[in-house]
């Protein structure tokens, strides 16, 4: 199901894939009356939690509300300071900063994109409160080395669901964690998001915030909810997961066959990868005049973060991220391309101008 395709249109970037199940799913809603947030949102919660084998899982409105309503959870706020990574959306310096705490940029790994737990130790003070785990564009962060940091480890799965640190679901190992359903997400429900924690003190708080009707005593809370709508679309894309997982890794196995060989860097090769991002490295190449020549050849490829956050600040010492900025590249993957599109977006990368066949 989506739009009508041709072949001037060219391949999006992204796209979600979305069937029957979902518009009838979403329909049922609508004929049952109940729309807000109710039975669906708390079935949908009970299934998350069960995919995951965590003790709990809290709906909320986005993954960046489920951020900020986990480091409210947390006591977390003035006077605190959380790393974030810098290579990573703003919003995580949003959530930081709506808590009024301090956000402490970190530097990522240069083979993986991903926050670099040495650079992190490096920025440690007796304020740092939390530190935010991204699994950047489902490739799993190594945990070992975050857990033995002996801080709260919040992990931020908007890009994992599904994905797999030495065989345990990312999502497991932290304090707490979120999740995106935004609608280029694994898994979608328009807009919407989880914390999952085995805490049941977080589970609770995180649930007395998200909503401010029926509260005993007066407190600031926020209308984060997620409505039935969204929570039933939820509940068939995660029966989906495995299949759209299985799909992204036959993809990203189908552009690592077919552009072996060429001068361009490809992803790190990960069994618990689950290609939310196929990234490549295109070191030597000029950014703009690869995604231009793309373009012309009719595939979307972007930037897979528009600018590392301490670019936003004007703060220096993020080299790393700051060549992950300028050699990163996001072909388009996602389990909605057709066949069709497959081969043409194989084609232009193979055929780009800029790529010399190597010996390999
Ligand atoms: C790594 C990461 N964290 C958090 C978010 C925020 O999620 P949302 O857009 O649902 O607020 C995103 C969304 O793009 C993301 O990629």
Known sequence: MGADRDNKTPIQHSRPFLGEKEAEAVARVIRSG??????????FEGRFAEYLGVSHAVGASSGTAALHLTLLAMDIGPGDEVIIPTYVCTALLNAVLYVRAEPVLADVCRETGNIDPEDVKKRITERTKAVVVPHMFGLPVKMAPFLD?????????????????EGRLTGTFGIASIFSFYATKVITTGEGGMVVTGSRKIAAAVRELREYDKQKDYKVCHNYKMTDMQAAMGMVQLDRLPAL?????????????????????????NPGHIYYRFVVDISGVKRKAFSEEMRARGVLCERPVSRPIHR????DGYPHAESAWKRLVSVPLYPALSEEEIGKIVHAVQTASFFKETAS
């Open 34 to 43: 109940h729309i807000a947030q109710g039975k669906e949102v708390n079935r």
């Open 149 to 165: 940091l002996g801080l709260p480890i919040i992990e931020d799965c908007a890009q994992s669901i599904g994905s797999t640190d």
């Open 312 to 315: 936003y600040l004007n703060i």
């Open 245 to 269: 997982i299985r799909k992204r890794r036959a993809i990203a196995s189908e552009f690592f066959r077919r552009f072996k060989g060429l001068s361009v860097k490809l992803p790190p090769k």
